[in-house]
Every structure is written in C-alpha cells, then in structure tokens.
C-alpha cells in the first residue's frame, strides 16, 4: 500500500490521544530514515525522542544498536522516567536516557529532541565557539543556541544530563564542546528541521572560514531574520517536504 502524505500549513489536531501518539511515532520513524539518508547516523550512537501525548513523563526513543535507516513506527521504546522500558522490545542507551530524561523534565514546552554524532555538527564542536550569523538559515539559531563548554566523557548519568539542560536554558539548540549537537522543538518535525539545518550551518561556517573571513549579518537583521526563520512554526515547516519525501521513497517507515 502506497501512503500519501499530506501537507497543511499548520500542526494536526487530533481526535484522540491515540491518533496523536500514532502520528508522534509515525514522524519519529521518518525523522530516523531522514537522518540516515543524510549520513547522521555513526555506528550504535545517536538518538532522536518524543514525549508521549498521554503519559508526561514517559518518551518514546529507537532502540539501542538499531540502523536509524530501517526504523519503523512500530519500534519503539516508551520510557518513563525512571528509565524502564514499559513498552516495546530493545534495550535503551544509556546516555539517550540521562540526556533526553533531563531536557523533557526541565522542558514542558519541548516534546522532541533530536542529538547525533554528525560530520559538520561534531567537528564545529571541537572549536568550542557558537555559530556566528553566517547566512539566512543560521539566524534561526541566532541568540537562541548554547555551548556546554567543556567535555567531561560520554553522557551517563542525571549529572551530566542536568549540566546539559543548565547550559541549554530556554534555547532551541545547544552545541556540545568535543561531542556535537542537540535541538529540541515542539514537535518531531521541528526538532529534526533544527538539527539538519543547524548541521548544514556549521557545514557552511566551516567552508566559509577556510576560504577566508566571512562576513556576518548584522545584529538589529540577524535578530529579524530570526523571527522570520527561527519560530516553531517555521521549523515545523520546513521539516514538511523532507516528511512528504520519505514517506513517499521509504512508506514502510509508518508502520
């Protein structure tokens, strides 16, 4: 059976808790198949999240040790807060717990969070610096992204999360010094759009600095263009055609 995406120019609303977990799941799966497409994916680490629409403090995350590029709705993990799995069949990684445990506890507002080993995303890191307003598209992160300025090891335990979620504040994104990103939004969609982009601004930094000195946007324009390109809305957007593409390449993903 061929599904056909549907595009609208706002968020769904639902009949039921149980439409709106269907749908959570369903971009969760495409937001995995996407970020395999694009080579986000480095062998078991990486992790995208979504709170479950019904149970607050439970999300719902890929299983440890999957291919991010055969994930299917159906597969996986609910968690709560504790960090046991109460539905679905996987183990969960130890460092998605301690991350994406804290940032949905601190964060009401944040309903899905998307963090990879990226190219681009990881070596701009290492600089230890924020993204400068470069272009159009990195105004979205424009006085809206941190950096946790040091590197202490892989993310285990709720210390290390809570020094991610202290460092991120109320921010969109927030840049991990030695290790690679992290966007949240209200929506899978706009937490996935914010990633991808936000990877392909630090792509484009990194070229534009190695062949010369770049020129940035101005404050008063950078802070315009961010409240033209940096909403909720916009992100959730701008995730729609990249959601109507799998879809229609990879139909499976929403089973």
């Known amino acids: 059976m061929v599904h056909e995406p549907t595009i609208s120019l706002a968020p769904p609303q639902f009949a039921s808790l149980e439409d709106e977990r269907r749908h959570r799941k369903q971009r969760l799966a495409a937001a995995f198949r996407l970020f395999a497409r694009f080579g986000f994916d480095e062998g078991v680490a990486g992790h995208i999240t979504v709170r479950d629409p019904e149970h607050a403090d439970h999300f719902w995350v890929n299983p440890f040790g999957r291919y991010f590029g055969t994930l299917r709705a159906s597969d996986f993990l609910l968690v709560n807060h504790r960090g046991q799995v109460v539905s679905g069949e996987g183990m969960i990684n130890a460092a998605a717990f301690a991350i994406h445990a804290a940032i949905h506890a601190a964060r009401p507002d944040v309903i899905a969070a998307a963090h990879a080993h990226s190219v681009y995303g990881k070596t701009w890191s290492t600089l230890g610096r924020l993204l400068d307003p470069l272009t159009q598209d990195a105004c979205a992160f424009y006085e809206d992204h941190a950096l946790l300025n040091d590197y202490t ?51 484009t930094q990194l070229l534009a600095e190695s062949a010369g000195s770049p020129v940035l946007i101005d404050h008063q324009y950078a802070l315009l263009t961010h409240r033209q390109v940096g909403t909720p809305l916009a992100g959730w957007f701008s995730f729609q055609p990249l959601w109507e593409r799998i879809v229609r390449e990879q139909p499976d993903c929403l089973d």
């Open 153 to 203: 090891g892989v993310v285990l335990d709720e210390a290390q999360g809570q020094r991610i979620v202290a460092a991120l504040g109320p921010r969109k994104a927030i840049i991990l010094r030695n290790h690679g990103l992290i966007t949240v939004g209200r929506s899978v969609d706009e937490a996935a759009w914010w990633y991808i982009t936000m990877e392909r601004s630090c792509q």
